[in-house]
């Protein structure tokens, strides 16, 4: 029988839970950071982890710092794909009420994510 299936799919393993520990590590000294009103330092830290897959990271982007409505759009729903409900929340109010307009506002993105969260 042919290990090494099992020895790849190991190290990965090991790869992800690493990567997910920096990340929350990440998240967590970033939130140190903005309590000491080190925004600058915390949205680097933010982004790090966002950049990382983190959707708390992404959430907290998108809702303690001054973004445009794309990227706040963009990290909201980031973070709604992967089961942030607050995310999932603000994504669907950014795709309805503050859309601008009629012609801004997308209900079929919006149903989407909501289904895939």
Not at 22 to 46: G, H, I, T
Not at 61 to 82: G, N
Request: aromatic share 12%; hydrophobic share 40%; charged share 25%.
């Amino acid at each position: 029988m042919n290990k090494t299936p099992h020895l790849v799919f190991l190290i990965v393993l090991a790869i992800a839970s690493s990567c997910s520990r920096s990340a929350e590590q990440l998240v967590a000294k970033a939130e140190k950071a903005y309590e000491a009103e080190d925004k600058e330092k915390s949205r680097e830290l933010y982004q790090k982890a966002a950049d990382m897959g983190n959707a708390e990271a992404h959430f907290s982007l998108a809702y303690k710092f001054p973004l445009s409505y794309e990227e706040s759009l963009y990290h909201f729903t980031e973070a709604a794909k992967q089961g942030h409900e607050e995310g999932l929340s603000h994504a669907l109010e950014y795709m309805f009420f503050r859309a601008g307009d009629l012609t801004t506002a997308n209900p079929a993105e919006a149903l989407e994510l909501y289904y895939l969260s």
